[in-house]
C-alpha cells in the first residue's frame, strides 16, 4: 500500500464518540497494557540469560502474551485516535448518542440507560450500543414515546419519560 492510500484509507475510519467516563476506561486499560507490555518485556531480557527446557518453554509462552498484548493495545491506541468525547447537551428533544434515558416499563419500574458507541457499551452498567436492539429503537425517539422492543411473540413496552 502506498503513502497517499495509506493516508486515504486512515481519513476514512469512522470517529469513535465516547463519554466522559468511556474515554477515562480506555486511557486506564491503555495504561494497563502498556505496563504489562513493559513487565513481560522485563521478564523475558532476564529469560534471556537462561537455558533449561523449562525456561525456554516459560520464554515462548511470555513471547505468545506479548503479542496479545500489542495487538489489543495496537487496537485501543487507533480507538483512541479516532475518539471523540460526547458533547453534553442538558436538555435534548430526540434521543441520540450520548443521552441519558428513563423509560417506565408496564409494571412502572424506572430504567435508565446511556446510549453510547459499541466500544463502551456495558448493559450490567446502564451503558447500551446506539446500534443494539433496544438502542436502535430509542434513537429519535421524544419525550412521551412508546418504544416496543423484543421479538414478534415477547414485546416489552416502555414509556419514554426523561431525556437528559
Request: aromatic share 0%.
Given at each position: 500500500m502506498n503513502t497517499t492510500t495509506t493516508i486515504k484509507h486512515q481519513?476514512?475510519?469512522k470517529t469513535i464518540l465516547l463519554s466522559k467516563k468511556g474515554m477515562k476506561e480506555l486511557r486506564k486499560s491503555i495504561a494497563q497494557?502498556?505496563?504489562d507490555r513493559m513487565a513481560i518485556r522485563r521478564s523475558l531480557r532476564e529469560s534471556d540469560k537462561t537455558t533449561s527446557h523449562d525456561d525456554r518453554f516459560e520464554r515462548s509462552d511470555r513471547l505468545l502474551r506479548l503479542e496479545v498484548?500489542?495487538?489489543e493495545l495496537a487496537e485501543k491506541q487507533d480507538a483512541l485516535n479516532h475518539a471523540q468525547i460526547i458533547s453534553?447537551?442538558?436538555?435534548?428533544?430526540?434521543?441520540?448518542i450520548g443521552s441519558v434515558v428513563d423509560l417506565i416499563d408496564q409494571h412502572g419500574r424506572l430504567i435508565r440507560y446511556t446510549l453510547v458507541d459499541s466500544i463502551e457499551a456495558n448493559p450490567s452498567d446502564?451503558?447500551?450500543?446506539v446500534v443494539s436492539p433496544l438502542g436502535s429503537t430509542l434513537v429519535g425517539k421524544t419525550v412521551?414515546?412508546?418504544v416496543e422492543w423484543g421479538n414478534g411473540l415477547n414485546k416489552t413496552s416502555f414509556q419514554?419519560?426523561?431525556?437528559?
Open positions: 481519513s476514512e475510519k497494557l502498556e505496563h498484548i500489542e495487538a453534553s447537551r442538558s436538555a435534548r428533544m430526540k434521543v441520540a446502564g451503558r447500551i450500543s412521551q414515546d412508546i419514554l419519560v426523561k431525556i437528559t
